[in-house]
């Protein structure tokens, strides 16, 4: 069939298992120009299909020529019906990992669940036998308690008051006012299940108690901070509060890991143009005046780009990995620069309809949201027919 994009809000409902191919293959370039890292060679990656976890397995796999397993939750493509972009992504990646032999391998389910835990445990077993890395890279806006079997959803919301600022629609450009209703108690709750620490420690806990983990594991969890405007609704809000259960839980972990010397951080990642930011009010706008600044002064970054230094500068670049007071890795340094925020500080009070196109980058928003998908990259032909059914090798 021939694939083209089709939006509903902020979404894109079909993805070009070719264009994802080849974002594949433009990360896997990138990391193998930067040179060898030093670093893990036996790495899970939770999440492991899209975004940062994506990079973070390209990264572990062609930076540290490391074996890798990835779990995720995605759906494969039937017969005029395309796969998620993170199948196609995951179908990209074994085929180049297996071609450059390397050890990869896949698991597609619901990470929450305590089945794909075991599942994931015995592979690791049958295979590696342990790993020295645990990636945790999960961005579900849901999560089915193991335990209690209730389902929970995450809310974005302001705690205390109403918020109110600007916002923008990416597909047209118009800069409007939004208002978000606080939160209820229950929003709150709801959001630190879903999207805070529990279910990592979860896995930590199992995969211990399964003898998997090396002597010195690492797993690292991302989170993010952001910047004076997106406060209200991001970190003072449900999510920051789940983000800081999140980084409170990787006290905990360590805690649990001193026996093996293992360690669990939080790493705080920059803004970056994804499924998830792209639903949350203000983020776009936010993004797309902070990009247009970080291009200009030689700065920005994607997530491969992030995830590679992370990697060579903070994981495995150092003697000691440097962590700011609440003992976070910090690879947002570069979108938090005083000047740069204070720039964009200034953009945001001239910001409407009118003067966006000028002052920021919209169109490296929506292009960066197409590639999400696997459209607008150079090299592939998206008017030639194109097999929707590719199959992720290990899973079949």
Excluded at 152 to 181: C, W, Y
Aim: negative net charge; charged residues 20%.
């Amino acid at each position: 069939m021939i694939i083209e994009p089709r939006m509903r809000g902020f979404i894109c409902l079909t993805a070009h298992p070719d264009g994802c191919a080849q974002n594949v293959k433009n990360q896997i370039e990138y990391v193998k120009s930067k040179g060898k890292i030093e670093g893990a060679k036996r790495v899970l990656v939770i999440g492991a299909s899209t975004g940062f976890g994506l990079a973070s397995r390209i990264t572990s796999a062609f930076g540290c020529d490391a074996a890798t397993i990835g779990v995720f939750f995605e759906k494969p493509g039937t017969e005029g019906k395309t796969a998620s972009p993170g199948w196609y992504n995951s179908a990209a990646f074994e085929k180049e990992a297996h071609a450059a032999g390397l050890y990869a391998k896949s698991i597609n389910g619901d990470a929450f669940s305590n089945e794909i835990k075991a599942q994931t445990i015995d592979l690791i077993k049958a295979d590696l036998g342990q790993v020295d890395l645990v990636i945790y890279s999960l961005a579900s806006p849901v999560r089915m308690h193991p335990t209690t079997g209730v389902l929970h959803r995450s809310a974005l919301k302001p705690i205390g008051g109403t918020f109110t600022n600007k916002t923008v629609d990416f597909h047209t450009g118009n800069v409007t006012q939004v208002s978000i209703e606080p939160a209820q108690q229950e929003d709150i709750d709801n959001t630190v299940v879903v999207m805070g620490g529990e279910d990592w420690s979860m896995w930590m806990d199992a995969m211990k108690a399964a003898g998997v983990l090396a002597e010195g594991a690492m797993t690292v969890a991302y989170s993010y901070i952001g910047p004076e405007v997106t406060k209200a609704v991001y970190r003072n809000g449900t999510i920051g509060r789940a983000k800081d259960h999140l980084e409170a839980t990787a006290a905990v972990i360590t805690q649990s890991l001193s026996d093996l010397g293992g360690k669990a951080y939080v790493s705080v990642n920059k803004a970056l143009v994804t499924q998830a930011s792209s639903a949350i009010p203000v983020i776009p706008l936010y993004i797309s005046l902070l990009y247009k600044i970080m291009k200009r002064e030689g700065i920005h970054e994607g997530c491969i780009e992030q995830m590679e230094r992370l990697y060579s500068d903070r994981l495995y670049g150092k003697s000691e990995i440097p962590v700011d007071a609440e003992n976070r890795i910090r690879i947002d340094d570069w979108e938090m620069r005083d000047d740069v925020q204070a720039e964009v500080a200034q953009l945001w009070e001239e910001a409407t309809t009118e003067s966006l196109p000028g002052i920021g980058d919209l169109a490296g928003y929506k292009n960066d949201f197409l590639n999400l998908f696997g459209f607008g990259f150079e090299g592939v032909d998206y008017q030639a027919d194109t097999n929707e059914v590719v199959p992720v090798p290990s899973i079949g």
